[in-house]
């Protein structure tokens, strides 16, 4: 996530000094790519990292979570599936 983090601060800052105008979102920086290959390499960044940061922030904190509450019961693979159960059913 860091690797990520660190890719947008560098690509926003790239843009910034281009265009000379602040970038709202990294939506904006992808619009931006005149070359298709390039605009669909960038697309796929920009999805795999939104798809790692929803991740690491709303599946494995609360896996993490059953299982310390229930340690005897839940390893980690089963507090995934009862983090999954719970978020579909929610």
């Known amino acids: 996530m860091l690797f990520f983090g660190a890719i947008v601060v560098v690509m926003a800052g790239g843009q910034f000094k281009i265009n000379g105008k602040i970038v709202s979102s990294p939506a904006d920086i992808v619009h931006a ?3 298709t290959a390039l605009l669909v390499a960038a697309s796929l960044a920009l999805l795999i990292l939104t798809i790692a940061v929803n991740l690491m922030a709303n599946f494995v904190a609360p896996i993490y979570a059953l299982t310390n509450l229930f340690p005897e019961r839940l390893n980690f ?8 159960v719970i978020g579909v059913v929610i």
């Open 33 to 35: 790519i005149p070359n």
């Open 77 to 84: 693979a089963r507090a995934g599936l009862v983090s999954a």
